[in-house]
């Protein structure tokens, strides 16, 4: 079964990865889990601005 998530290679520094695995701790979150609450919020910040992002237009 093919997974349907993408992985992306993040470079941070230690000591944020650091303090971003002690605030997904406190909230009984992974760092990936955490990380993923964070672009959400963004994206949803963004939009709430901007208007929905069309991602059919959208190609890296």
């Known amino acids: 079964m093919k997974n349907s998530l993408s992985r992306y290679t993040l470079r941070i520094s230690f000591i944020l990865l650091d303090k971003l695995g ?27 601005v901007h208007g929905t992002i069309p991602i059919d237009d959208y190609m890296e």
Do not use: C, D
């Open 22 to 48: 002690y605030i997904a701790n406190s909230e009984g979150r992974s760092k990936n889990k955490e990380l993923e609450q964070l672009v959400r919020k963004r994206i949803e910040e963004f939009e709430a």
